[in-house]
């Protein structure tokens, strides 16, 4: 959950934890952590080839993996609680992770809980978003496009479909950090941008080193790549089509036509924006930037 990826950066931040004790409790925790179509594999109430095709389906929806299992008559409702009552009995906290492993007491683990929610500065309700997982709240909560007037609330809806598809689509748990007001772009790293055009104008991009590029790679295609090659390009490319496919399509249900150029794949490339973003975002397996601008790169 959020909650867990928040806690965690702090706990970096104070020096309670080293790097690689949140990274291993971050993979613990994930390692237990089941996800709803294994259990309806597991419980027999959905077998591969339906699983696979509300995965798929996801590609072009955004919508829940169970709300989508309804919807192509796999699930019933009743079915779909019951599955996720079972998923919550089942899903071991960052917190608990990290007793297990005996980098923090209780004692030690209640009082930096106590003064990570203090020092935050959490409203009651931004720590149940954090604890819910509510991408669409939680931008609103942590994230400032006010700058960029109206189209902000268009910056918002992309970021929480973007968190939402790393986690459908990578199998990871984003963890969102301060977005950056800026003009000039440059980078030594991987940048895939792609152009959505129509009655908005908008650019978007996504910026990474080499590990995490190959890994997201990895993780988009599931295939075995050990090298950036043209497949890995590719991979990378077409998740970022793939969500921002999504994003036309829930654009087009509230009636703004929108359309994709194709995407660009690029490295050592300085860009100029006009009132863009860069949003850092933390994954289990490095830091992408994803960067939102109007008009054209």
């Known amino acids: 959950m959020l909650l867990n990826q928040y806690f965690g950066q702090y706990l970096l931040n104070q020096g309670i934890l080293k790097p690689e004790q949140l990274r291993e409790a971050l993979m613990y925790e994930h390692s237990v952590r089941v996800k709803l179509g294994v259990l309806a594999i597991n419980t027999g109430l959905m077998n591969a080839a339906q699983v696979e095709a509300v995965h798929e389906m996801q590609k072009s929806k955004d919508k829940k993996f169970g709300e989508l299992a309804i919807e192509m008559g796999y699930l019933t409702l009743a079915q779909l609680q019951e599955l996720l009552e079972i998923q919550r009995n089942r899903q071991m906290s960052l917190s608990q992770a990290i007793v297990d492993l005996g980098y923090l007491d209780l004692a030690s683990l209640e009082k930096a809980l106590a003064d990570y929610k203090q020092e935050s500065q959490l409203t009651n309700e931004q720590w149940q978003l954090l604890q819910d997982a509510d991408y669409e709240q939680a931008t609103h909560q942590f994230l400032n496009f006010a700058s960029v007037g109206g189209i902000g609330e268009i910056y ?103 359309e994709l150029q194709p995407q660009i794949v690029q490295k050592d490339y300085t860009m100029k924006l006009n009132k863009g973003y860069c949003i850092p975002i933390e994954l289990g397996f490095g830091r992408v930037e994803l960067v939102l601008a109007e008009g054209d790169c």
């Open 156 to 258: 918002y809806d992309y970021v929480a479909l973007f968190l939402r598809s790393v986690v459908r689509f990578l199998n990871d748990h984003p963890l969102v950090q301060q977005n950056q007001l800026t003009c000039d772009y440059e980078t030594s790293k991987w940048f895939v941008t792609q152009n959505i055009v129509g009655d908005v104008g908008l650019v978007t991009g996504i910026a990474m080193d080499n590990q995490v590029f190959l890994e997201l790679a990895r993780r988009y295609s599931q295939e075995e790549l050990t090298e950036i090659d043209e497949m890995a390009e590719c991979s990378v490319a077409e998740f970022l089509n793939v969500v921002n496919g999504i994003f036309c399509v829930n654009a087009s249900d509230q009636g703004v036509k929108l």
